[in-house]
């Protein structure tokens, strides 16, 4: 991150507006009320995290579900990004980020110093906002991955590119076109290039930040139909502006606000019946 990006973020941090939303900031706390049905497949207990001298994530603890779509809400500049970003320790890569905290996934703490990054972002990929494939074929896109981690045999090979991208529901649209650019395709398709790339290493769990937010309608629809099919294979977290998007496609939702986690449950319960009164006003537009 510059320096630049540093004084922005700080900048938002710190430039939060609550005045509008009539609320006293020191008196919001984390929500401990935190149930699920299953078993935690990765589970955040106790986090706190600054961008140097800004906090922006505030004793948050949420379980997530294994084989469930998680979906994070809540306002702009409200960590539910950064936190996101926590699960398979991103934000390590910006200098002036600090945290403390435990992450389990599979009961290990991945916030240890002895973590294995290269394993655990293979095993936990991030999908972002922005399609970004690579300058490369539609197949090596697929395969880029998987040549850095393993070496498979060229038919092996062929195998886990078809297998990703039908996954992806991508396979029918791209099938006799394998080596032309990825990045010739529409956005929609890039993007669901991008989700057949990160599951073409075998990950356990995948992030998704944002991915329609530069898609129109129809390939929204596309990606939502997705995520639910994901859900058969992989446990699935979406941060996303779109609250008719969270009650479409996920099981939990957890509402953040001002670096806490206010509200956390079935994302029926959440949208038809919500416990606390800041989730309710933003869930009916008072505020965000």
Known sequence: MTDQNQIETK?????TDESSFDIDRDSIVSTTDLNIDGTPHIEVKGLNLRYGAAQAIYDVSVPIERNSVTAFIGPSGCGKSTLLRCLNRMNDLIPICNYDGEILYDGEDINQPSTDLVR??????????KPNPFPKSIYDNVAYGVQLHYSPS?????????????KSALWGEVSDR???????LSGGQQQRLCIARTISVEPD??????PCSAL??????????LILELKEHFTV????????????VSDYTAFMFLGRLIEFGKTEKIFNNPEKELTERYIVGRFG
């Open 237 to 248: 977290v979406i941060v996303t502006h779109s609250m008719s998007q969270a009650q479409r």
């Open 205 to 210: 769990i995948i992030l998704m930040d944002e």
């Open 154 to 166: 060229r038919r092996k090979m062929n195998e886990i590119v078809e297998s990703s991208l039908i």
């Open 216 to 225: 129109d309608p129809i390939a929204t629809a596309k990606i939502e139909d």
């Open 11 to 15: 900048k938002k941090l710190e430039n």
């Open 120 to 129: 655990l972002r293979r095993k936990i990929g991030m999908v972002f906002q």
């Open 178 to 184: 394998l080596h032309e650019l990825g990045t010739s």
